[in-house]
Nanobody
Framework: QVQLVESGGGLVQTGVSLRLSCAASGRAFSTYAKGWFRQAPDKEREFVAGINWSGGSTAYVDSVKGRFTISRDNAKDTVYLQMNSLKPEDTAVYYC??????????????????WGQGTQVTVSS
């Protein structure tokens, strides 16, 4: 069974940090591009950060630039999202995803073939 499993979410106060992890099982995703998306209540799912298969190219939504960092460890087939200086508007369910391609449309969720079940991040003010 192919799975992407997120972990590391939780309830935190404004300004603190969290690191999300997404581990793969059932198949190898080390050659796939990876992305983190989030969905807040009553809002559409949005792209947060993405990384190509080698880790040499990354991308972020403007609202998290300078605060979030995406990275990957292909030996562990795991992708991370380091989130610093968290704000209440970062509150959402965070999903990791894997896709075969990486390019100008990295923020398009339709390019990602596999998705995790999500992990809740709640930032209190």
């Amino acid at each position: 069974q192919v799975q992407l499993v997120e972990s590391g979410g939780g309830l935190v106060q404004t300004g603190v940090s969290l690191r999300l992890s997404c581990a793969a099982s059932g198949r190898a995703f080390s050659t796939y591009a990876k992305g983190w998306f989030r969905q807040a209540p009553d809002k559409e799912r949005e792209f947060v950060a993405g990384i190509n298969w080698s880790g040499g190219s990354t991308a972020y939504v403007d609202s998290v630039k300078g605060r979030f960092t995406i990275s990957r460890d292909n030996a562990k087939d795991t992708v991370y999202l380091q989130m610093n200086s968290l704000k209440p508007e970062d509150t959402a369910v965070y999903y990791c995803a894997a896709g075969m391609s990486w390019g100008p449309h990295y923020s398009d969720s339709r390019l990602y073939d596999y998705w995790g079940q999500g992990t809740q991040v709640t930032v209190s003010s």
